[in-house]
Every structure is written in structure tokens, then in C-alpha cells.
């Protein structure tokens, strides 16, 4: 990668982090798209999992005033284990259809929260353990499932330091466990590991960048921005898989 070209990938990781911070579940959801512009999709895995472990644990130091414990179980937990199941099944699994399947459910559900936004999903058990197993299960396979866990947080009204917080310490168990397996597969490549410095600084700048900007956001808007982002988030799928 050139110079030029390497400004633009930084920049662009920059952005994405500061938009993951604010949005509350990680930068991953605009930089796998984003990132397949320069990189192969297997490559894009490892790295993106090398991001975010930089990016959680910035974000637990920053915001390590406030996490959901019971979210961390109910929520976490099955996602971490289904993040193995999905990063294990990576080998053999086509993403192009599951891609396609998420942004249209990405794109309607935020749609229709944005539209109704009296509809909630209901804070209990059953859907955080849901939201777990669907969001550790899809970022296994194609690399991001934040936007699945954003939607699932949502439904809990936390503030957003908490919701941020739990969110980064669930995302930190996620991403630790899918590296060793991308690892074990060869998805992270040492001609790429020279990007891991450029990406560990834009992940401070970025996370401290978007806590700066949330002192200023109320809890309404930065659960509107959170849908926002979940419905860029699957366009911006469907117009990677589309291009791919």
C-alpha cells in the first residue's frame, strides 16, 4: 500500500472509530466495508480483529466508570462463544449471502425504530442472550456483528457511558477470542502487521475524540445516532457485497 493510499486507509479507520465510539459498538461496522477496499476479505478479518482489540480496551479505560454486569453475562458470554463457532466456520462459509441477509435486516429493523420509535425490543434474558449468539456468530463469519448488538443494548435505555462501556468489555472477549482463531486459520498476515501501529493510534484518537463529543449529546439523541449508524451500517454491507 502507498503512501496516498495508506493516509486514506488511516483517515478512513480514524473516522470509523470515531463514528463506533459514538454509535457505541465498535468501529468494525464501517471499517470492514471499508477496509475491503484495499484489502482481501480474509485479510480484513485479521486485521479488523486486531483494531479492535486496541479500540476495546481504549474504550473500557475511557469509560471504566459504568458497565451493565448482567448484559455482560447474558449478552457477552454467548456471543463469545459463538464468536469461535463463526470465526471457526469462516473456512467454509460463503459470506456474500449472509452479508446481503444482514443489511436488509440492519436496514429495515433501524428504519422501522427510526420510524416508530415506540416499538422496542424487549430488555430481558431471552433477547440478550439472542442478541449475543446473532452478533458473536455473524462477526465470526464476515467480521462485524456490533450493529446487532447496538440494536440489543438499545432496548436497556443505558446511559451512554454504560452503554458504551458494556459494550467494549462484551466487544473485548469477542474480537480476543476470534483473533486466536483467525490466527490459527492464517487470516493475519505479517506484511499487514505494519498497519497495527497506525491503527492503534487512530483507535485512541478516535475513542477519545467521540467521548468528548458524547458529553454534549442527550440519551435520545445518542439512541437515534445509534440507529442511524445501524442503518448506514447496512448500506454501506449491501454496497460491499454488491461490489464484491
Given amino acids: 500500500m502507498n503512501w496516498e493510499y495508506l493516509l486514506l486507509f488511516i483517515t478512513l479507520a480514524l473516522i470509523a472509530e470515531i463514528l463506533g465510539t459514538l454509535g457505541g459498538f465498535g ?12 484489502l482481501d476479505f480474509h485479510s480484513v478479518l485479521g486485521i479488523t480483529a486486531l483494531f479492535h482489540v486496541s479500540s476495546n480496551l481504549t474504550k473500557i479505560v475511557l469509560f471504566r466508570k459504568g458497565f451493565d454486569k448482567q448484559l455482560i453475562l447474558f449478552l457477552g458470554v454467548p456471543a ?36 416508530y420509535p415506540t416499538i422496542r425490543v424487549q430488555a430481558n434474558v431471552r433477547n440478550s442472550i439472542a442478541g449475543g449468539v446473532l452478533s458473536g456468530g455473524i462477526a465470526g463469519v464476515i467480521g462485524t456483528g456490533g450493529a446487532i448488538r447496538g440494536i440489543t443494548l438499545a432496548a436497556f435505555d443505558l446511559r451512554p457511558d454504560v452503554f458504551i462501556a458494556t459494550s467494549a468489555i462484551i466487544d473485548m472477549g ?29 483507535s485512541i484518537a478516535g475513542t477519545y475524540t467521540g467521548k468528548v463529543i458524547l458529553k454534549r449529546v442527550s440519551q435520545e439523541k445518542f439512541k ?21
Fill in 80 to 115: 463469545v462463544v459463538f464468536v469461535i463457532v463463526g470465526a471457526w466456520m469462516s473456512k467454509w462459509v460463503d459470506p456474500a449471502g449472509l452479508k446481503i441477509g444482514l443489511a436488509f435486516f440492519l436496514i429495515v429493523s433501524s428504519v422501522l425504530f427510526l420510524r
Fill in 27 to 38: 468501529s468494525s461496522m464501517l471499517f470492514v466495508p471499508m477496509a475491503g477496499y484495499f
Fill in 174 to 202: 469477542v474480537d480476543s477470542s476470534r483473533t486466536v482463531v483467525y490466527w490459527m486459520n492464517g487470516y493475519i498476515h505479517q506484511h499487514d502487521l505494519y498497519l497495527v501501529p497506525f491503527l492503534i493510534a487512530a
Fill in 224 to 244: 437515534r445516532f445509534v440507529l442511524v449508524l445501524v442503518l448506514l451500517t447496512g448500506l454501506l454491507t449491501l454496497a460491499d457485497t454488491i461490489r464484491g
